[in-house]
Nanobody, 129 residues
Framework: QVQLVESGGGWVQPGGSLRLSCVVS????????MAWFRQLPGQEREGVASIAPRGDSTLYADSVEGRFTISRDNAENTVYLEMSSLKPEDTAIYYC??????????????????????WGQGTQVTVSS
């Protein structure tokens, strides 16, 4: 059974930084596209960032471009989301997700929740003063 486990969420003041991690097991991680999504209660899940299987290409939602950085360590089966200049509107539950890589990987599909098969349980990020 494929497992994705997120960590690193918490509370931070506006302008602060956090790093989220997601460890993937029982999945051919190095062949997978990975992505981060976020969701508020009662709202649709929003794509934040995605990274190609080799980590040589990344894609971002306009709302986080220049503030968030997605990266991966294929030796450790881990994907990261470095978040800086955080704003209150970044408050949400953050999820990582995995999908088999392929030619479909481009915007907007790369940050479309429907494109991803495997999901973690999420980690809460709260940005407030």
């Amino acid at each position: 059974q494929v497992q994705l486990v997120e960590s690193g969420g918490g509370w931070v003041q506006p302008g602060g930084s956090l790093r989220l991690s997601c460890v993937v097991s029982k999945f051919t991680y190095s062949d997978s596209c990975m992505a981060w999504f976020r969701q508020l209660p009662g709202q649709e899940r929003e794509g934040v960032a995605s990274i190609a299987p080799r980590g040589d290409s990344t894609l971002y939602a306009d709302s986080v471009e220049g503030r968030f950085t997605i990266s991966r360590d294929n030796a450790e089966n881990t994907v990261y989301l470095e978040m800086s200049s955080l704003k209150p509107e970044d408050t949400a539950i953050y999820y990582c997700a995995a999908a088999w890589g392929g030619s479909w990987w481009r915007l907007p599909r790369a940050i479309d929740p429907e494109a991803y098969t495997y999901w973690g349980q999420g980690t809460q990020v709260t940005v407030s003063s």
